[in-house]
């Protein structure tokens, strides 16, 4: 079985099939890309794993366990780089202990030396152990966002979740970006799934592909089976060569 497992899960708002009976399972350590368009479904499905959404019907287990809420072995890394402006990166990076600190602990930023150590091993990761006293709205969108990727390695997730962690950088940031979850993943063999729009990058990183249409799980398959015609299913009619990039013939 399945490190994660996805039966039949349906999702709807009203009227709207945000997710229709999609079923698959990703074994632990695997870096799975869910590619669609927007709106096919990637955020919902996202949001079902973390817990932040329960399905209509169908449900999803991690590790053995059907998720029924929120869970601390899961990490989520956003579109927006949600860090704290006036904190330094490495104050940011500690937040991620914040579960398993007590309040008052933490009202006084009193962290333990494991976690004080993971945190500068979480930004060692994303390149920014230099950067660990600089305050993150002095850095650029980019390097912002691999402080959040850190915060979230520092929570010591068993799964990563990452939303269009690059949709709001430029090309060579978003390339970066995804690089240095890359990198964090394979260093802890860390299961990772993350939605991503662009084909060339999901192509240039990802090792197994989910393909979302219109709420419908359309493709579950490796490189090599990531063609045009794939890539024509998933994404319906191409409006630009640009998305096509990368992708085979
Ligand atoms: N809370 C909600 N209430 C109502 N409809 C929703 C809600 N969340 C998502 N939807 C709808 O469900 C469908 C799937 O949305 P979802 O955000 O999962 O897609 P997506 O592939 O992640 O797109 P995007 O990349 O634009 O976020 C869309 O039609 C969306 O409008």
Do not use: C, W
């Not at 940011?92 to 007590?102: C, F, Q, V, W």
């Not at 940031?173 to 991503?196: C, D, F, H, Q, W």
């Not at 592909?209 to 299913?233: K, P």
């Amino acid at each position: 079985m399945g490190y994660i497992v996805a039966e039949n899960v349906t999702k709807r708002y009203g009227d709207i099939h945000a997710l229709k009976d999609v079923s698959f399972e990703i074994d632990e350590g695997e870096f799975v890309v869910i590619l669609g368009q927007s709106g096919a479904g990637k955020s919902t499905l996202l949001r079902i794993l973390n817990g932040l959404t329960t399905p209509t019907s169908g449900s999803v287990s991690i590790g053995g366990d059907t998720v029924s809420g929120r869970r601390n072995d899961v990490g989520m890394v956003f579109q927006q780089h949600y860090v704290i402006d006036q904190l330094s990166a490495y104050d940011n990076a500690l937040t991620g202990a914040l579960n398993r600190t007590s309040f008052l602990k933490s009202l006084f930023r009193m962290y333990d030396s494991a976690d004080k150590r993971e945190a500068l091993r979480a930004l060692e990761t994303v390149g920014l152990l230099e950067e660990a006293s600089q305050r993150v709205d002095h850095m650029s969108g980019g390097q912002q966002q691999r402080v959040g990727i850190a915060r979230a390695l520092v929570q010591k997730p068993q799964l990563l979740l990452a939303d269009e962690p690059v949709a709001s950088l430029d090309p060579g940031s978003a390339e970066s970006v995804m690089g240095y979850i890359k990198t964090a993943a394979a260093e802890r063999n860390l299961t990772t799934m993350a939605s991503l729009h662009q084909v060339n990058l999901s192509r240039q990183f990802g090792e197994r592909f989910l393909g979302m249409r219109d709420g419908e799980l359309v493709f579950d398959g490796y490189i090599d089976d990531l063609t045009t015609d794939v890539i024509d299913e998933i994404y319906g009619d191409i409006e630009t060569e640009a998305i096509r990039t990368g992708a085979k013939a």
